[in-house]
């Protein structure tokens, strides 16, 4: 969770004017913070983000062999804002590991005699969420399955959707994550991300809380973390994914309001790139600044549906 430090509103606008600078359309003088205020009282989000888009694409900021996808969910009124390319199936990265954790927990729940939830296992769950250690994770789909090898990513996808088919449509998962880190082969839709973040917030899905904690511990995340419209207060669970092909982040972020109510909501930012980035860190730089830009529009939009800090 995110540290409830107190914040200066002035400072945190002039945070968010540097941020829109140093981003690529920010940056070409074609899109200011001004423009991104004055459009959110004309347009809905989820235009306001096909447009923001679509001129990265046209300044070439967005490469033609990349395609992305946005989700938002607005809990408080029980609204989807953002649904953009929300059905396709794009790579997971390390975005699977939270259905890797909940497909554990699902076999702690139901085959108590065979799984245990011991300290040393909790701390191979935190590193695989909070620190994304594929080694953890590879462990967690043995552990999930007694089949040959090559059979056990599988098992961890038919125990997802054994217990919620209705969450996991697009859902894949083919391979385990490789020693160099190219997992390209597992892919979900951010619609399936959608319904997991609801069903976790709604404790829906074992062990609802434990999950929340483990994707609430401090990370370098791409939905507040550099984004300084986003106040230090919000609260985020979220988990990040990256290689040469894929960029993204989905989460929570449960924003508090002056009032002292908290205003929860889904964010999900996914760039997939068909062929490998040459230069995978500036590529990797690039791509996270794009969702953190979206990200501030989105937290913008929620500034003025309700009396967030």
Known sequence: ?????????????RRFMMLAASLPLFAAGTFTTDTVLAASRQNNIEQRINDYISKLRGRGFIHADE???????????????????????????????PFIALAYFYKLKYNKKNYRYTSS????????????????????????????????????????KHHAPGIFQQTRIREFIPRNGRTYRNKASARDYSRFLYALWHDELPYSHELKRLMGLPNSDRISAGVAIVPPVTRVYDKTGTTARLCGDM?????????????????????EKQHRAKNYGQWARSRSNIIRSVSGMVYTEMKQRYPLV
């Not at 540290?3 to 400072?11: D, E, F, G, L, P």
């Not at 607005?74 to 059905?87: P, T």
């Not at 929570?252 to 908290?262: K, N, P, Q, S």
């Open 1 to 13: 969770m995110k540290n409830n430090t107190a914040i200066n509103i002035n400072s945190g606008r």
């Open 251 to 271: 989460g929570i972020m449960e924003a508090v309001g002056r009032d002292g109510d908290t205003y929860p909501y889904t964010f999900i930012g996914i760039i």
């Open 121 to 160: 296992i909790r701390k191979k769950m935190e590193a695989m969420i909070q620190h994304s250690d594929n080694h953890a994770t590879n462990y967690f789909i043995r552990l999930l399955s007694k089949k040959s090898k090559h059979q056990q990513p599988a098992e961890v996808e038919k125990t997802l």
């Open 67 to 97: 395609k992305t996808a946005w989700s938002v969910y607005d809990f408080k009124k029980r609204q989807k804002l953002v649904s953009i390319n929300e059905n396709r199936p794009y790579q997971c990265a390390s975005m699977i590991k």
